[in-house]
């Protein structure tokens, strides 16, 4: 059934009549209720604290339910959302959270991780020719997986029967997952080989708990293990098991997903010291080894924290080190503040909690004491100069203008790099310079039994993005191996 036939239902027909169009455009868009700032900063309970149901169904009123609804351009895994919403107000809630389901596996992640600000509700008509705040899409999906999943009915997507095809997925991140849902429902017997000891790559090692709590993550796990996907954990492909040996035990196609675990540097004095590490190190010992919850993989805390980088990522770390007690938890960014890559809402909450910013400052050296470890660093002052390539105002620095503060530990957050592991271990897999796997518009290597998707092939990109990597590749390798 085609989104047109959808919305010609009886029941969506008679839902638009309920409310003039002028009426649901004047409704006010819901903001979600958050803990306050000074109490969830010396805690990691989850920040944003969800939509009440009658919260939900009002926000449901303004969708106005498009004839050519543009939201869904842009969902990268296609979620039917005129039809989601239109459900959660008239009340079927869980009819809602099915549809979502359809295509995303991952919803109550999703939800909570997506910068839906510049997807789906970028394209909302009340952003696109209103001048209103578009329908809180993200509010909403939230909200219909969590009442799903708290209801204790959560609905098992339907899968073809079993073709009998082994397929096999190398790491259990968004890109992963994704992939290994739809080719379950696809019919084939999906085996997913995951290199740590915890499933869900950079969603359990990379997303601090007050910002996407683990038990949420399990739970759409197991729903994956419904749908028959065998997971195998601590198994290293490429080490632990090689790409012939997984084609000799009869695995026809290999999507790879592995991410992008390397992380980068900016190759300045004294990055070797005591207390200066990467983002990767720090927020995986506190994240995944229990570092917050006295587990056996210690971390710094520090009282002088600074995090280099603006992003999503240098966000998470310094949430974290202010609620690992740090005095002074420092974001030091080289572009203004305006141009940082983060998410709206995260720089809002570290500013609540009491992160202090340093925009248009780079560190260009690290001074130690006489025990190795780090006790200042040296800070270029820079301003804005012309767009570099990415259209973002490049910056330059001030001559003469550098100054030194005290820190006691660095977290540098400045991207990653692919792991090399897996594109070294496979013969003729084509790698670009910068490592990634080149691959087609159907995510199809150079190997033709080889696909890949994520961080892998984008070198670093959101949950969402990788989503859709995983579900293309799905598509294209179902084509394919139906083609042999």
Known sequence: MDNNTKRNEPWREELRKSIKNKERADKSRVHMRELPADYRNKNNEEVNCGLTKEEALNEAKRCLDCPAPSCTNGCPVGIDIPQFVKNIERGEILEAAKIIKQTSALPAVCSRVCPQEKQCEAECI??????????????????????????????????????????????????????????AKRGYSVTVFEALHEIGGVLKYGIPEFRLPNSIIDVEIEMLKKLGVEIVTNCIVGKT???????????????????????RFMNIPGENLIGVMSSNEYLTRINLMGALRDGDTPVLSGKNVAIIGGGNTAMDAVRTAKRL???????????????????????????????????????????????????????????????????????????????????????????????PLVPSSIKDLSVSKWGTITVNDGMQSSVPTIFAGGDIVRGGATVILAMGDGRRAAAAMDEYLKSC
Not at 363 to 389: C, F, H, N, S, W
């Open 126 to 183: 009340y952003a696109q020719k209103m001048g209103k705040e578009a329908v809180a899409i993200g509010y909403l999906e939230r909200f219909a997986a969590d009442y799903e999943r708290e209801s204790g009915q959560m609905a098992v997507p339907e899968c073809a029967p079993s073709n009998g095809i082994k397929v096999a997925a190398v790491g259990s991140g968004p890109a992963g997952l994704a992939f290994a849902s739809d080719m």
């Open 241 to 263: 098991i090689t790409f012939e040996d997984l084609q000799a035990q009869g695995y026809k196609a290999l999507f790879v997903g592995s991410g992008a675990g390397l992380p």
């Open 325 to 419: 007690g740090a005095e002074h938890a420092m974001i030091v960014y080289r572009r203004s503040e305006a141009e940082m890559p983060a998410r709206i809402e995260e720089i809002k909450h570290a500013k609540e909690e009491g992160v202090e910013f340093m925009p248009l400052h780079n560190p260009i050296e690290y001074i130690g004491d006489e025990k190795g470890r780090v006790k200042q660093m040296r800070l270029q002052k820079m301003e804005l100069g012309e767009p570099d390539a990415s259209g973002r105002r490049s910056p330059v620095e001030i001559p003469g203008a550098i100054e030194t503060i005290d820190v006691d530990t660095v977290i540098v957050s400045i991207g990653v790099s692919p792991n």
